[in-house]
């Protein structure tokens, strides 16, 4: 029973894992105005 | 502006150069940002973004009307505008692949001499380069 859980868990990690990592890196702007 | 920038939720640090009127961005990990609330921070302190360059990881999909999008969050999609290298993302489309990718967000029209930028069309993704595929 607890090897079935296990996998379960092990495979919501795999499926959840790439999502969690995709954000925003970082951002560059250019801006005018400035002093 | 660095203080406007800096207080945005999911904002880990900001560099501005006044030589060459650049601000670089570093989110926080895992951060939320959005990039329409800092353009308007950004108009807030006084200034106007010429142009607006991001560099994400995420999923390639398509929304209701069939158009191409980035999904960098659950709650968080760019669209992607068409170009040579867009095409290149499209059997990307609902694929476990994650990207990551440069592109513009936000450019100022030309000749215009508004500073506010105009938010009431979406921002559109203009894919400039596209990193890795994993």
Known sequence: ?35 | MKQHLGRQSGVQSVDVSLIDGKVEIVPKEDGRLDPPQLLKAVYDSGVSVAEMEITARGKIARDASGNLVLNVNPNQSFAIASNNLSKELEPLAGSPIAITVRGQLYKKAEGKTKRKPDMSAPLRFFVLEIQKKE
Do not use: D, W, Y
Not at chain 1, 2 to 20: D, E, I
């Open chain 1, 1 to 35: 029973m607890n090897s079935k859980k296990f996998a379960l868990f092990a495979l919501l990690v795999c499926a959840l894992a790439p999502v969690s990592h995709a954000q925003v890196k970082h951002i560059q702007m250019r801006v005018e105005g400035m002093t």
